[in-house]
């Protein structure tokens, strides 16, 4: 079981940026498609970004595409969410997750992907 800590998150004026980092314990990070989601008050969880393994090919949500950027360092064990130009329809528990085997050509974005999650890091943003 990988376990994930999540760090970075805040408070954040509209237009402004954070970055949010996840570590990961465990041997299997290298091998295993990372991803981002949040969830609002009162909302679903909802996809946010995935990075694959395999050749670190990003997938993102319509609504952050071109304003976040995900990434990875495997010798860190850590995935990171570069957060541009926020709004306040960001605001959310962002989690970070790792994904179970994922076809190589295929893009994790669904929640029952995923088999270990974070506990979550708060981002607030205020317009």
């Known amino acids: 079981q990988v376990q994930l800590v999540e760090s970075g998150g805040g408070l954040v004026q509209t237009g402004g940026s954070l970055r949010l980092s996840c570590l990961a314990s465990?041997?299997?990070?290298?091998?295993?498609?990372m991803g981002w989601f949040r969830q609002a008050p009162g909302k679903e969880r909802e996809f946010v970004a995935t990075i694959k393994s395999s050749d670190g090919t990003a997938h993102y949500a319509s609504s952050v595409e071109g304003r976040f950027t995900i990434s990875r360092d495997n010798a860190k064990n850590t995935v990171y969410l570069q957060m541009n130009n926020v709004k306040p329809e960001d605001t959310a528990v962002y989690y970070c997750?790792?994904?179970?085997?994922?076809?190589?050509?295929?893009?994790?974005?669904?929640?029952?992907?995923?088999?270990?999650w974070g506990q979550g890091t708060q981002v607030t943003v205020s317009s």
């Open positions: 997750a790792s994904a179970g085997p994922v076809p190589r050509t295929y893009y994790a974005a669904l929640p029952r992907m995923y088999g270990s």
């Open positions: 465990g041997r299997t990070f290298d091998t295993s498609d």
